[in-house]
């Protein structure tokens, strides 16, 4: 079944939330709109409503994760879900019990969501493919093929910085090849029409036809950034990494890393974003990580209303539950 057939219904809501390739500009729409409806939520002094209450959401993480993890499990205590955080580490899967047997113990339990992070592509859909048809599986990034609720919070964060998406230009910086993130931020980008999407890095850290993705590459980050509205930095993935792709980390900082002088080409109310984990001093310079034009600490918060927004449309709803 392909990626959109698995992710929309046959009314076209959202089923399961895979990947930003196989969705359409109005649901990545209905995705902002309804983040913006929590957002006031997460302003008040109690944070939560009821829209999940009774229902069991299964966070799998089996790779690290630190923002992605912890947001989706505030965004869940914040729709009032009952919550499994299943340890990796010392589950059976450590004993040779197959991802699928894992997940089918786990539905035997009657749980309604899966939030899932796994090391290899395709994890997320693969299991989509496998559960009962009450059951919602949320990608929380596979791989280096999609991580498509940071896209949807970078886009959210770009929304409420710069209000409109077609006059903008977008610069997506650094080790791109290995990266989840940029793929999902593409599609999105692309999806809501950004007047355009451009890529930069050393040809060793791009994917081979990256171009067909719609982007604009350059090698050079002086020529890249100019006049962007919007730069996202990319850590260099190094544990995705096999080999040597660049000579050492000082050299890619001399060559890509986003300096003070460096960001002063790109437009004057430019913003620099960086999904996380950042490493200063080797793709980005301190004082810009920490400078007023950086929303990077503003896109984990507004995560979580993207989160909640996330899990409300694709969670089933009682009507449509077949135990
Ligand atoms: C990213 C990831 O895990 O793909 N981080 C995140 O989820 N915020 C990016 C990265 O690891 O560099």
Known sequence: MDISQLQLDSDGKLRHFLSIDGLNRQILTDILDRADSFLDITHRINKTVDLLQGRTVINLFFEASTRTRTTFELAE?????????????????????????????????????????????????????????????????????????????????????????????????????????????????????????????????????????????????????????????????????????????AEFYHTYGLTAERFTLAAPDAIVMHPGPINRGVEIESTVADSKHSVILEQVNLGIAVRMAILAMTIRTSGEASR
């Open 77 to 249: 205590k914040r729709l009032s879900a009952d919550i499994i955080n299943l340890n990796i580490a010392t589950s059976a899967t450590n004993k040779g019990e197959s991802l699928l047997d894992t997940i089918r113990n786990l539905q035997a339990m009657q749980c309604d969501m899966f939030v899932i992070r796994h090391g290899m592509s395709g994890a997320s859909q693969f299991i989509a493919q496998h559960v009962a048809p009450h059951v919602a599986v949320v990608n929380g990034g596979d791989g280096w093929h999609a991580h498509p609720s940071q896209a949807m919070l970078d886009m959210y964060t770009i929304r409420h910085h710069k209000k409109n998406f077609e006059p903008l230009r977008v610069a997506i910086v650094g080790d791109v090849m290995h990266s989840r993130v940029a793929r999902s931020q593409i599609h999105a980008l692309n999806m809501l029409g950004v007047h355009e999407v451009r890529v930069i890095g050393p040809k060793t850290l791009m994917p081979t036809d990256i171009e067909k993705m719609g982007v604009t590459v350059f090698h050079k980050i002086e020529q890249g950034l100019k006049d962007v509205d919007v730069v996202i930095m990319l850590r260099l993935q190094n544990e995705r990494m096999q080999g040597a792709f660049i000579p050492n980390q």
